[in-house]
């Protein structure tokens, strides 16, 4: 063997029994010493053979580089555990959607009930109105409380002092105030039909 190839052997061996030291730092804070504890290797994909000519020997006398890998990190929590939460959340949401549209249900139904009892009290009430409205009800009523059916009508006479008093008081007023309308005319009115 040549003293080359035997020093470049000695260099390797020297490398891989001595842990390999470098600083690390980071962005504003102070810079930190790690050792890497594995051997640092290097796969080489040909057997190793004797340099044939200087630069082959020039590049096999220098120093590898050396560098320092990241610990490899594992995640807090598996895909199993993330997919595991995902559909529990899931199932929890549909639970509470599904609790929320059964009590929007009863609340509709509990309404749709209330608007069905004041209807059907809102038609019992017209009913008794029309009952209590109607002129056979009224006649048996005044009957029960001592009233009877006219049985003429009798005029009297006014005198004119008291025409003339009226006359003048009333001279100022709106004519349609001072001059009342006639029984026949309010009696058309509060039927509603026209005269």
Known sequence: MSAAYSRRQETIR???????????????????????????????????????NRQNRSRNTAKPQLRVVQPVTRSKF?????????????????????TVIAEQQLRLDKVSTDVRLARQH??????????LRAPDYLRAQAIMLGMWPGS??????IPAEVVTMVL????????????PRNSDELVLESTGSAP
């Not at 003048?168 to 001059?179: K, P, R, Y």
């Open 122 to 131: 809102y038609n019992e009430l017209r009913q008794q109105r029309a009952e």
């Open 168 to 179: 003048a008081s009333t001279g100022e007023m709106d004519d349609s105030i001072a001059l």
């Open 14 to 52: 020297q490398h891989r029994e001595e842990p390999a030291t470098r600083p690390v730092t980071r962005a504003g804070t102070r810079a930190i010493t790690r050792q890497v504890s594995r051997p640092v290797t290097r796969q080489v994909s040909r057997p190793v053979t004797r340099p044939v």
């Open 152 to 157: 003429g009508a009798k005029f009297e006479e």
């Open 78 to 98: 598996s895909k199993v555990t993330l997919v595991i939460v995902t559909l529990a959340s899931l199932f929890g949401f549909i639970v509470i959607f599904q």
